[in-house]
């Protein structure tokens, strides 16, 4: 295993200095590499698939742009580069008119709800479940929505959002865990109108 991770370190650290060069070739492998994963990611910030086309291709330019900033001993290159895409979707949805309206939580005692009925919402995988989940991140603020697609979708660690968004890791459990109150007032609200 040790192996796999020189050689994987190895490949981007020539990556890295192939950039650095505006090697073509060396763009395309990124894009190759990380491109799925940073659209996924930018889209489920700016939903809009042409905006989100447009913003996934400003973050690549800032990403060959800016490879010389890039320090390893910060975050792995796959961090470094969701950093730069998180900042530019939010930059972009913040520019952006929004017709959504976003659920507001300063009226809501959100540390009320225990611990036991979020983990039973949360860890249902049933149809029904699953779509009130998705049609209540829609009504999360751009940043909440990040950190749950992040933690949830994209698999990153604390830390690596920490990084990612200019936080702590324990800044980034403590808002996860308010987010996931927030979505479970939401998907309670859902009944309600029924």
Known sequence: MRTDTYGMEKETQTLIQALCRQDGQAQRRVLQLYGTMIFGQV????TCQEDAEEVYQDVFVKVFRNIQSYDSRQA??????????YNESLNF?????????YVDDRDVDLESIQDEALAQVFQ????AT???MERAL???PPEELALITMFYFDDMSLKDIAYT???????VASR??????????????????Q
């Open 43 to 46: 889209a489920r910030i700016v």
């Open 76 to 85: 792995s290159l796959a961090t470094w580069m969701s950093r730069i895409a």
């Open 93 to 101: 949805v913040r520019r952006a008119p929004q017709p959504v309206i």
């Open 124 to 127: 249902q995988q049933d149809e």
């Open 130 to 132: 699953i779509q009130l």
């Open 138 to 140: 829609d009504y999360l």
């Open 165 to 171: 968004t200019d936080s702590t890791p324990s800044t």
């Open 176 to 193: 996860l865990s308010r987010t996931r109150r927030k979505l479970y007032r939401i998907i309670q609200s859902f009944d309600y109108e």
